[in-house]
């Protein structure tokens, strides 16, 4: 029998990753990330995988990129500072749409910052810090467990939808130690990539009706191009602007136009709620506590916890905000979430930043406070 | 018990602050308990005033850390200066015998003293059981975890070879807060 | 022979490279050197990086990367490490090898995983316009260095038997035959592999050096490089001014792939016994 055990968030990431069918890991060290690196050095070669401690970040991301091509569900973690150094790649695995999976430990920044200290200062980097047009999925746990799942949702997302998924994780969430069950009812499905199918003729990056093309891995019998520039259905370098346009167009459609399916998120009270907060990561737990104890109080607020960072399900953010007296976004950066959010409420809805970047967590009484304020 | 235990460990780096930590929450977690164990990163944990943390709740556990500690356990003069400041009335402070001449103390908490490091030493002859002997005298104490749980947690987080000498050690600490409480009724 | 390069090459040619470049050169020594090897090309990678030589990947008829500029080298390792059993081939120019991907170059060296380096030395940064790289020769001028260069340029061949690199080699677009050879001995050695291979770019180099015609250059690689077996039974100053080609370096050491499962057969050894 499966028992409960009190497991650390970076480890239940490592478990995730082996649980999603991923087999390669390639990584440098940085703190707060560095036990997921440890766990893999000690767990795949044992269970029929790699590990490789590379020079740096961006030889970490180039490794699993070309791992993904030759066929293994690949990953790396990193922190802040690795994170920046990644961005060029993240770009290219985007262009490639070659699927990876990037976990990021939030640390406190800019540059060395606060190296042991939690921030969620990385969710505009997650979604805008490569260069160009392009679209991404960010996904954020608030717990041990759901850090485990959602790493599997991390690598299914990549695979189903040809991408790189960077799982953000904050330094509480990683270091953080807890109860941990995982029973088998509660795991997700485990997708893999769509191959080409035999006797039909493979073209690599046809724009079907689906938007995302087949994959094959090197080896298989599909010898194909793989190239950062763009590109033609062939796989070949095109500056046509109408092969262009319509490439640009399906990498950034293939994931926007599914951001009802890939915005996942859980609501308590979203609909008759005078406040709502809106939160994510660890901060959302202390969001759900300011929640309990105000609703004790007889002060009517409600949560949405989103675990999709990105991309947004823009309709969903809007309907869930109107109404509201005040809608606040409490996270550990100068507003970074806040901003999307007041993009998406209506206009006659006040949207609130609750900002905090001293590297400690928000903590329930200051939501509280700030609830008690709004409605004075 | 009470919905929500929260005990803070302080010490100096390497006297096993956060192992005794994470021997307490796994403890509860075998208990059918929910349990959050959090502690201090850095250079810091390598001497000076370090500490580990632990949520204990029958219900779902939010916020992760510790905001305001129902028990705190010293075993250095550092962690009793930095690390009990913020102790509400009701609190329970437990000392290492040898500290003195600590910082005042918040109003309306409980001390109680024991010769943890002492008993690791003379009586084990292993100054490194000390953080297990400390847990066994907070949960002598307090009853957080039953003893069954608490050596079922030994087992899981030492190699074999460790296993023995650490739930003698948890006895020892155990038995000591058990009969200074008989004593003192 | 063109049935060689009909089996190797894709159906886009004509290629981009201006003429009198040496790019074409290297890779149809390629293709002839991958012919004669006669490895499964869909069990065979090729992996490039940015840069003019690194077009080359487009042309080949294999499974085939075109990475980030200086990165082939990792994307590289991560191929390899997932399927040992394939052949790995990467292509790079002097600039993306020696300085963005000057650090991945060091480190792939002292691994020694099993592919082949072939680094495309023209000199010049030929894409961009003809900035200096970490190999322009000292003094030489180029579009960032207009009165000659004041850097220092790496001996690409030393500093990969400095980082451990089990096979170095250097060839050039003149001596073909030999380059071809160079090729096929790298791929067999069981290891990381290097080639240097000094190339010619007329249009970025040549006219700022006065070699302004695509056979100034040839001529002057015919007459600067001297081949190892000559060279060895000539004297220092015989040899002075000269550059020598052939395998310059080769030796014994274990490959990263087989250590790598040396280490899970004794964990299950032990798991088992």
Same mark, same amino acid.
């Given at each position: 029998m499966v028992e409960a055990r009190l497991v650390q968030g970076n480890e239940a990431c490592a478990l995730g990753a082996i649980a999603a069918g991923a087999t390669f890991y390639a990584g440098y060290p940085i703190t707060p990330s560095t036990e997921i690196a440890e766990q893999m050095s000690a767990l795949y070669p044992k269970k029929d995988g790699k590990f490789i401690q590379m020079e740096d970040e961006i030889a970490s991301i180039g490794a699993i990129i070309g791992a993904s091509c030759a066929g293994a569900k690949a990953f790396t973690a990193t922190s802040g500072p690795g994170f920046s150094l990644m961005q060029e790649l993240i770009g290219y695995a985007a262009m490639t749409e070659v699927p990876i999976v990037i976990v990021d430990v939030m640390r406190a920044?800019?540059?060395?910052?606060?190296?042991?200290l939690s921030s969620q200062g990385d969710i505009q980097q997650a979604r805008w810090?490569?260069?160009?047009d392009h679209s991404i999925i960010a996904l954020a746990p608030a717990s041990v467990e759901e850090t485990y799942l959602m790493t599997i949702d991390a690598f299914n997302f990549a695979e189903k939808y040809r991408t790189p998924v960077i799982l953000l994780l904050d330094e509480i969430i990683g270091h953080l130690k807890e109860r941990f069950l995982i029973t088998p009812d509660m795991m997700p499905p485990i997708i893999n990539r769509q191959k080409p199918q035999a006797g039909q003729e493979f073209v690599p990056y046809k724009n079907t009706q689906e938007l995302i093309p087949a994959l094959p891995d090197?080896?298989?019998?599909?010898r194909y191009h793989v190239t950062g520039?763009?590109?033609n259905e062939q796989g070949f370098y095109s500056s046509k602007p109408e092969i262009v346009e319509s490439f640009i167009n399906r990498i950034n459609a293939k994931i926007e136009d599914n951001s009802e399916e890939i915005f996942r998120c859980n609501g308590y009270n979203v609909e008759d709620c005078e406040v709502l907060l809106i939160a994510y990561g660890s901060i959302s737990r202390s969001a759900e506590e300011a929640m309990n104890n105000l609703r004790r109080e007889g002060i009517n607020v409600g949560l949405l916890r989103p675990?999709?960072?990105?991309?947004?399900?823009e309709a969903l953010i809007g309907d869930a905000c109107c109404g509201k007296k005040a809608v606040i976004i409490p996270e550990m950066n100068l507003g970074q979430y806040a901003r999307e959010i007041e993009r998406c409420a209506p206009d006659d809805v006040p949207v609130v930043s609750l900002p905090?970047?001293?590297?400690t967590m928000i903590f329930p009484s200051e939501i509280e406070e700030l609830v008690r304020e709004v409605l004075k | 018990m009470a919905e929500k235990y929260s005990i803070r460990l302080g010490g100096?780096?390497?006297?096993?602050i956060i192992k005794g930590a994470m021997v307490l929450a796994e403890a509860a977690i075998i208990d059918g308990k929910n349990a959050t164990q959090t502690q201090v990163y850095g250079p810091e944990s390598r001497g000076g005033a370090t500490k580990a943390e632990v949520n204990i709740s029958n219900e779902r556990i939010l916020f992760?850390?510790?905001?305001?500690?129902n028990i705190v356990l010293c075993l250095s003069i550092g962690a009793w200066q930095t690390f009990t400041k913020d102790m509400p009335p009701g609190s329970t402070l437990i000392l290492d015998s040898?500290?003195?001449?600590g910082p005042a103390l918040p109003e309306g908490v409980t001390v109680y003293r024991f010769p943890m490091i002492k008993m690791a030493y003379?009586?084990?002859?292993?100054?490194?059981s000390t953080n297990i002997v400390a847990v066994g005298v907070l949960n002598g104490l307090m009853?957080?975890?039953?003893s069954d749980a608490a050596e079922r947690s030994i087992a899981i987080g030492f190699k074999k070879t460790f296993v023995d000498g650490n739930i003698k050690a948890y006895e020892l600490g155990y038995q000591a807060a058990r009969e200074y409480l008989q004593a003192a009724k | 022979m063109r049935e060689v390069y009909q089996k190797i +090459?894709?159906?886009?040619?004509?290629?981009i490279w201006c003429a009198g470049c040496g790019n074409g050169i290297v890779m149809s020594a390629f293709a002839r050197a991958y012919d004669k090897l006669g490895l499964d090309k869909d069990k065979t990678v090729g992996v490039s990086g940015i840069g003019c030589s690194s077009r080359i990947t487009g042309y080949l008829?294999?499974?085939?990367l075109h990475t980030a500029h200086g990165r082939a080298l990792p994307f590289a390792t991560g191929v390899k490490m997932t399927r040992p059993e394939f052949a790995v081939f990467v292509f790079m120019g002097d600039g993306d090898c020696a300085a963005i991907g000057g650090n991945h170059f060091i480190h792939a060296c002292r691994r020694n995983m099993d592919m082949t380096a072939i680094i495309i030395n023209n000199?010049?940064?030929?894409?961009?316009?003809g900035q200096f790289s970490?190999?322009?020769? +000292?003094g030489s001028k180029a579009s960032t260095a207009?009165?000659?260069?004041v850097d220092r340029n790496f001996d690409i061949c030393s500093l990969a038997i400095g980082a451990g690199a089990t096979f170095v080699a250097r060839g050039d677009v003149y001596h073909t035959k030999q380059l071809e050879k160079l090729i096929i001995e790298a791929h067999e050695h069981k290891g990381f592999s290097v080639i240097e291979v000094l190339s010619t770019?007329?249009?970025?180099?040549g006219r700022r050096n006065k070699?302004?015609?695509p056979m100034d250059l040839m001529n002057y690689i015919k007459d600067v490089t001297i081949a190892k077996e000559r060279a060895d039974k000539m004297t220092a100053e015989e040899i002075a001014g000269k550059i020598v080609t052939g395998v310059l370096h080769q030796s014994a050491a274990v490959e990263y792939n087989e250590a790598y499962m040396a280490m899970v057969e004794k964990l299950e050894v032990g798991k088992n016994g």
């Open positions: 920044g800019p540059s060395t910052g606060l190296p042991t810090g490569t260069h160009g090197f080896g298989e019998g599909s520039l763009t590109h675990q999709t960072i990105w991309p947004l399900n905090k970047v001293d590297g | 100096t780096g390497g006297q096993g992760p850390l510790v905001s305001s500690p040898s500290l003195e001449n003379e009586d084990l002859g292993n100054i490194l009853k957080l975890v039953s | +090459f894709r159906d886009n040619l004509p290629h008829d294999l499974n085939t000199y010049i940064y030929g894409m961009t316009g970490p190999l322009t020769p +000292f207009p009165y000659g260069s770019c007329p249009i970025s180099y070699m302004p015609k």
